[in-house]
C-alpha cells in the first residue's frame, strides 16, 4: 500500500556572486587567452534545473500516486508547505466498501481455483476443452482488474467464471452418459473399435465407471460373440427354439451383460414355456377324460408350475381335485369313524378336517370334526391335570378339574380309555384337598412369610398342614440379604412312617 508522505522544502543554495574563477595558473577566467563558458554560468544552469524538478515533484507527484486507504491516524512528521495541495484520499466508507469487495473477490477467486482444479482431475480436457478455456479466461480478466484494485469489476468476472465452471461440472454426467450410450449403440452394431473407443473415453474421464468397464470387456468380447449370434439368430428364425436357446446360453456365459442376447433368450424361452405348458394340459386333459386322476392332477400340476395362476389350468386342477374327492369321501369318512371307536379322536379330527378341504359341504364330515375334536380337548385338559396332580393346589386349576370331571361323566358312553381317565382325575382331585404335615426351621431372628398362606413371624421350627402344591417361603431380617426357598408339597409321604418335609428359611448373609 502506498502511503503519502510529506515533501520537505527545496532550499535555496547560496552562490557568491562577486567571486570570480580562477585558472589554473592563478589568472583570471576572464583573461582573454581563448574563449570559454563561464563557471558562474554554469552553476546558474545547475542551479535552474534543480529548482525546475523540484517545482515538478511538489507539483505532480500527488496526482500520480493512488493511496491504498486513507492513513488511520495523521503524521507525526512535518506537513507539506502551505503552497502544495494535499492529495484527495477515499472516504471511510469507500474504503469500507473496497476491502469488503476485495474480501469477496478473494472468496471467490478460492472457489474458482478449487473447481478448476476438481475438474483437471476430472480430465476436463477429454470433454470440456472450449468451457475451460473460456471460464479460464474470464478469470484472468478478473485477474487483471484485480491487480488494477477494480475489485467490483472483478468480484463479478469472477462470478462469471465460477458459474461457467459449475455449469461445465454438470455436464460432465451428461457427456458420460451420451458417450455410454454411443458405446452400447457400437455393441449393437458389432462395431469393436467404435465401442472400445467410446468406453476408453469414458474411462479415462470416469477411471471407476463400472459401466464403461463392463462396456469395454464386452467390446473385447465380441469377436468370440459375434458368430455366436450369427447362429442363434438364425436357428430362432428356423424355429430350433432348443438350439437358439443353448447359443444365447453359451453368449451369456461369454457376456453376462450382452443385451441382444439376454433379450432374445427372453423371448425364446417365452415360446419354449408355451409350448410346454400347451403339451401338460394336452396330457391333463386327455387323463381327466379316462379318469387316471392321479395323472391328470401331475399334468395340470407341471402347467401351474410353467404358468402360475394360469386360469385353464387352475380350474383344471380343481375339476381333478374335485372328482378325486368325490371318491374318496366316502372312504374317509369310514376311516374316521373307525378311529372315533377307538378313542383316537385327535386323529379323527383331522381326517374330518382333510374331508372338508376337499368338500366343506360334507354335513357327516362337519359333524364329527365337531364332535372328535369336543372329545379330544377333554381328553387333553384330563391328561394335563393327571401328568401335574400338584397343579390343583391353584383354585383355577381346581375349578378346571372338576369341570373337566363333570364333563366327562356326563358322557353317555365313554368308552374304556375315558373311564380310566375319570377315575384318575376324581382320585387326584381328591388327594389335592387333603392337607400334609411340613415342617418349617428358623434361627428366631428371621421373619417368615409363607406365599398363599400367610405371614409366619421368627420361630425356631414350626409346623403346618399344607395342601399338596407348590409354595414359596420368604424370609427377611434387618441389616441381611432376604431368601427365597420354593418347595412342593407331596402327598406320596402322607400316612407312611417318614418324617414330615422339613424346610429350612434362614437369613444368612450379612449386607
Known amino acids: 500500500m502506498v502511503e503519502p508522505r510529506p515533501f520537505e522544502p527545496i532550499q535555496p543554495t547560496t552562490i557568491d556572486l562577486t567571486r570570480y574563477n580562477q585558472g589554473d ?50 503524521p507525526t512528521t512535518a506537513s507539506p508547505p502551505a503552497a ?20 469477496s473477490a478473494q472468496d471467490l477467486l478460492a472457489q474458482i ?22 471460464a479460464t479466461a474470464l478469470a484472468g480478466q478478473g485477474d487483471n482488474l484485480y491487480r488494477q484494485r477494480d475489485f467490483h469489476q472483478a468480484l463479478a468476472l469472477y462470478q462469471q467464471a465460477l458459474d461457467a465452471l459449475t455449469s461445465l461440472e454438470s455436464q460432465r454426467d451428461e457427456v458420460i452418459a451420451s458417450t455410454l450410450d454411443l458405446g452400447q449403440q457400437a455393441l449393437a452394431k458389432g462395431s469393436e473399435e467404435d465401442a472400445s473407443a467410446a468406453f476408453n473415453k469414458v474411462l479415462a474421464i470416469d477411471p471407476d ?33 432348443v438350439q437358439a436357446e443353448q447359443l444365447f446360453n453359451e453368449v451369456i456365459a461369454l457376456d453376462p451383460d450382452h443385451r441382444e ?88 379330527a383331522a381326517l374330518y378336517e382333510t374331508v372338508l378341504a376337499s368338500d366343506d359341504s360334507v354335513v357327516q364330515a362337519r359333524v364329527g370334526q365337531i364332535r372328535s375334536q369336543a372329545r379330544a380337548r377333554l381328553d387333553s385338559g384330563i391328561d394335563a391335570i393327571i401328568a401335574d396332580p400338584l397343579r390343583l393346589s391353584s383354585p383355577s386349576v381346581l375349578r378346571e378339574g372338576q369341570q373337566l370331571l363333570a364333563d366327562a361323566r356326563a358322557i353317555a358312553e365313554p368308552g374304556p380309555r375315558l373311564q380310566n381317565r375319570i ?44 395342601k399338596p402344591g407348590n409354595y414359596v417361603a420368604l424370609g427377611s431380617r434387618d441389616g441381611y440379604r432376604d431368601v427365597r426357598v420354593e418347595f412342593r408339597v407331596s402327598s406320596e409321604s402322607r400316612g407312611s412312617n417318614e418324617s414330615p418335609d422339613r424346610i429350612v428359611v434362614i437369613c444368612k448373609e450379612a449386607v
Open 209 to 241: 465407471n463400472k459401466a464403461a468397464a463392463s462396456g469395454l470387456k464386452q467390446a473385447q468380447l465380441l469377436p468370440q460373440t459375434r458368430p455366436l449370434m450369427a447362429q442363434a439368430r438364425e436357428a430362432l428364425s428356423a424355429g430350433e427354439l
Open 113 to 134: 481455483l478449487a473447481k478448476q482444479q476438481a475438474l483437471e482431475s476430472k480430465q476436463v480436457q477429454l470433454w470440456g476443452a472450449d468451457g475451460f478455456a473460456a
Open 261 to 348: 442376447a439376454k433379450s432374445a433368450l427372453q423371448i425364446v424361452r417365452e415360446q419354449l414355456l408355451e409350448q410346454r405348458f400347451n403339451s401338460a394340459m394336452s396330457s391333463g386333459l386327455a387323463a381327466l377324460r379316462e379318469n387316471r386322476l392321479d395323472s391328470a392332477k401331475s399334468a395340470f400340476g407341471k402347467a401351474l408350475a410353467l404358468r402360475p395362476g394360469h386360469p385353464d389350468a387352475r380350474t383344471s386342477l380343481d375339476q381333478a381335485n374335485a372328482r378325486q374327492a368325490a371318491l374318496t369321501v366316502s372312504t374317509q369318512l369310514q376311516t374316521a369313524a373307525a378311529l372315533e371307536a377307538k378313542e383316537q379322536w385327535q386323529a379323527a
Open 423 to 466: 377315575t384318575a382325575l376324581a382320585d387326584a382331585i381328591a388327594q389335592s384337598q387333603i392337607p400334609v404335615a411340613v415342617t418349617l426351621e428358623s434361627d428366631n431372628l428371621t421373619l417368615v412369610t409363607v406365599l398363599r398362606v400367610g405371614e409366619m413371624g421368627t420361630f425356631a421350627s414350626r409346623q403346618l398342614s399344607l
Open 25 to 74: 595558473d592563478g589568472r583570471p577566467a576572464g583573461a582573454k587567452d581563448k574563449p570559454r563558458v563561464s563557471k558562474r554560468s554554469w552553476i546558474l544552469w545547475v542551479v535552474g534545473i534543480v529548482l525546475t524538478a523540484g517545482l515538478l515533484v511538489v507539483f505532480l507527484a500527488p496526482q500520480l500516486i493512488v493511496p491504498a486507504r486513507a492513513p488511520l491516524s495523521p
Open 84 to 103: 502544495t495541495p494535499a492529495p484527495a484520499l477515499p472516504s471511510p466508507y469507500e474504503e469500507a466498501q473496497l476491502a469488503e469487495a476485495r474480501r
